[in-house]
C-alpha cells in the first residue's frame, strides 16, 4: 500500500514562492509517473503536473507553466512542486498522486488514472 504525504503548504502573498513537497513509502515509487492536482472551493479537482519516472519528462498545465516546477529525488522517494509568481487563483488544496492506472500512461492529466492520492496541503495566496 503507497501513502503519500504532502507538506509546504501555507500563506503566501501574491508574487511569492512556496515549495510542495510529497513523500512516498510502500510502492515502487522509483517506477511510477508521480503527479500534482489541486482543488479549489466549488471546483473540481484539476491536473497542475506531472513527472515520469526518471524525472526526465514533465507535463504542466498552462495555467502554471512557466511558473511552476516539477522534480523528484528517486533516492529519498520525493516529489517536490516549486511554485513561484504564486497568484490569488493559485489558492487551492494540493495533492500528490502516484502510479498510473494501466491505460493512462498518456493520460497523466485525469484524476482517475491514478492510484494512490495524499490528503493534500492547504495553499493560499492573498491579494
Known amino acids: 500500500q503507497v501513502q503519500l504525504v504532502e507538506s509546504g503548504g501555507g500563506l503566501v502573498q501574491a508574487g511569492g514562492s512556496l515549495r510542495l513537497s510529497c513523500a512516498a513509502s510502500g510502492g515502487t515509487f522509483s517506477r511510477d509517473t508521480m503527479g500534482w492536482f489541486r482543488q479549489a472551493p466549488g471546483k473540481e479537482r484539476e491536473f497542475v503536473a506531472a513527472?515520469?519516472?526518471?524525472?526526465?519528462?514533465?507535463y504542466y498545465a498552462d495555467s502554471v507553466k512557466g511558473r511552476f516546477t516539477i522534480s523528484r529525488d528517486n533516492t529519498k522517494n520525493a516529489v517536490y512542486l516549486q511554485m513561484n509568481s504564486l497568484k490569488p487563483e493559485d489558492t487551492a488544496v494540493y495533492y500528490c498522486?502516484?502510479?498510473?492506472?494501466?491505460?493512462?500512461?498518456?493520460?497523466?492529466?485525469?484524476?482517475?488514472?491514478?492510484?494512490?492520492w495524499g490528503q493534500g496541503t492547504q495553499v493560499t495566496v492573498s491579494s
Open positions: 513527472i515520469r519516472s526518471s524525472g526526465g519528462t514533465t
Open positions: 498522486a502516484a502510479q498510473l492506472r494501466a491505460g493512462f500512461y498518456t493520460n497523466y492529466r485525469a484524476t482517475s488514472g491514478y492510484r494512490y
